[in-house]
């Protein structure tokens, strides 16, 4: 379970699919930068990218 910021008492359910789909996400990130990634281009503009907020991402609340 992951936990709102603004709200320390409330919780966000994820599937157990997307759980996994994260952990293997962030192998494959943590590999490429182990295999040099980082030094492309393209690594560069994307985190120039993310770090300039060009880009939002928004995520809505699932409510059963």
């Not at 409330?10 to 599937?15: A, K, M």
């Not at 952990?23 to 393209?42: F, R, S």
């Not at 503009?45 to 060009?54: C, E, V, Y």
């Amino acid at each position: 379970m992951a936990r709102l910021k603004t709200q320390e008492d409330r919780r966000i359910p994820v599937s157990e699919d997307e759980y996994l789909r994260l952990v293997e996400n962030t192998m494959i990130i943590e590999a490429l930068k182990i295999a040099g990634v980082e030094e492309l281009p393209v690594w560069k503009a994307m985190k120039r990218i993310l770090d300039d907020k060009r880009v939002e991402i928004h995520t809505r609340a699932v409510r059963k």
